[in-house]
Nanobody, 121 residues
């Protein structure tokens, strides 16, 4: 397994969660990392991504100002801090790695397993 996500759970609206994704060194080195999510009955959608040096980030419009992506290259881990959670954030969240931050939404090389996030109203 090259990407291992964790940190999901059941929370109430307005609460916070932090997702983590541990990557193998081979996956992590020089790759952009990020998160997608898939809600029941919907297609998987992009959430956030960060370049391998951490200098560039992208977010889906609906999470801007509430979610923050970061990475720790020393520990081969990418994080998604989710604040002010809403019921519509309920989904399975997947971490992913791709070679190009600017094409991250459409060019993913590695997927991790999902972690469930459920936000109750």
């Amino acid at each position: 397994v090259q990407l291992q996500a964790s940190g999901g759970g059941l929370v109430q609206a307005g609460d916070s969660l932090r997702l983590s994704c541990a990557a193998s060194r081979r996956t992590f080195s020089s790759y952009a990392l990020g998160w997608f999510r898939q809600a029941p009955g919907k297609e998987r959608e992009f959430v956030a991504a960060i370049s391998w040096r951490g200098g560039t980030t992208y977010y889906q419009d609906s999470v801007k100002g509430r979610f923050t992506i970061s990475r720790d290259n020393n520990n081969n881990t990418v994080y998604l801090q989710m604040d002010s959670l809403k019921p519509e954030d309920t989904a399975v969240y997947y971490c992913a790695a791709g070679p190009n931050i600017h094409q991250f939404k459409t060019h993913i090389r590695y997927w991790g397993q999902g972690t469930q996030v459920t936000v109750s109203s």
